[in-house]
């Protein structure tokens, strides 16, 4: 029996809901068109989203990859939420499972099992959200600990729907077309770093799974398709790291600009990176230049 109750279970419900109901909202835009306004609500909501999700869910809430006042955290988690993929519990306790069982029977989102191949790969684009996987066994104790992230979490929903009626508000069914499409555009881009980035690209780093370093997943995921680097180094505020020629390289990351971005205001601090120690130490390849001594001997990639 899960350790919560059937309300919480019917609010995770919403998830998909809305998620499907987005899908047939986007073809609004086709009767309304796009204005030029419109195309920048989509690429607004888009980019604000999905930096609360990368940043804050992901690199701060569950990896704990910097600190940030917790009020970053609350309306961090509050935007994050607006982008219709659950509240901050269920997300963190589904990514926690993630890692813990990657690409394992207990993952509840690889493109390799429970099936391979396009089945796989649909599957991980946002299938198993329509199971039973969408029901953590246990949630995260310090997400539940928390009140203003508990009422986020069960109320996950709010947020978006308050989006809904700010861009009906702003643009009538034209904003409303578009922010159904952003949401669409998003979730998919989100699901790309659980099914792409663990099937196609290169793998500079030694893990136990399929994880991928996938550029164009990077892209549009703000960075979070350097998704070889990020199991490698789970804890790493940056993931635009690869390996080239035996010498460290990066990559461009919008979430760890982003995160910059906070430092040099004030708001995020102590910001954990691997050492090129480190990440030569894991490089798949080896072919380690002669430079890889004074390297090793302490150089830090903490900037
Ligand atoms: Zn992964
Ligand atoms: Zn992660």
């Not at 990176?273 to 030569?280: G, Q, S």
Request: proline share 5%; aromatic share 10%.
């Amino acid at each position: 029996m899960r350790p919560y109750s059937s309300l919480t279970m019917a609010s995770y419900v919403i998830c998909p809901t809305q998620i499907i109901v987005s899908h047939f909202g986007s073809l609004l835009v086709l009767m309304t068109g796009l204005s030029w306004g419109a195309v920048g609500w989509i690429i607004l909501l888009y980019t604000i989203r999905g930096l609360a999700t990368t940043s804050i869910y992901h690199r701060l809430l569950t990896h704990k990859s910097y600190k940030a006042p917790v009020l970053v955290l609350w309306v961090g988690s509050i935007v994050a939420a607006a982008a219709g993929q659950l509240g901050p519990s269920c997300w963190k306790a589904h990514h926690v499972n993630h890692h813990q069982h990657v690409d394992g029977e207990l993952d509840p989102h690889s493109p390799h099992t429970p099936a391979q191949g396009i089945r796989g790969f649909l599957w991980a684009q946002g299938g198993w959200l329509l199971t039973s996987r969408l029901f953590p066994d246990k949630l995260p104790r310090d997400v539940e600990s928390d009140v203003a992230l508990k009422l986020i979490d069960r109320f996950h929903f709010i947020p978006l729907i308050a989006l809904a009626l700010l861009s009906y508000a702003l643009g009538g069914a034209e904003y409303l077309g578009a922010f159904f499409l952003s949401t669409t555009l998003l979730f998919h881009t989100t699901q790309a770093v659980n099914s792409l980035s663990h099937i196609v690209g290169n793998q500079p780093f030694i893990t136990d799974d399929q994880s991928r370093n996938n550029g164009f997943v990077a892209f549009l995921a703000l960075g979070e398709g350097w998704h070889n680097l990020h199991h490698a180094f789970p804890l790493s505020s940056r993931h635009g790291i690869t390996i080239r020629a035996g010498q460290v390289a990066y990559l461009p990351d919008a979430t760890f600009s982003f995160i910059k971005l906070l430092e040099s205001l004030g708001l995020a601090s102590k910001l954990r990176v691997p050492t090129e120690a480190d990440l030569l130490g894991r490089a798949r390849n080896g072919n380690l230049q002669p430079s890889w001594l004074s390297v090793a001997a302490g150089t830090s990639a903490n900037s």
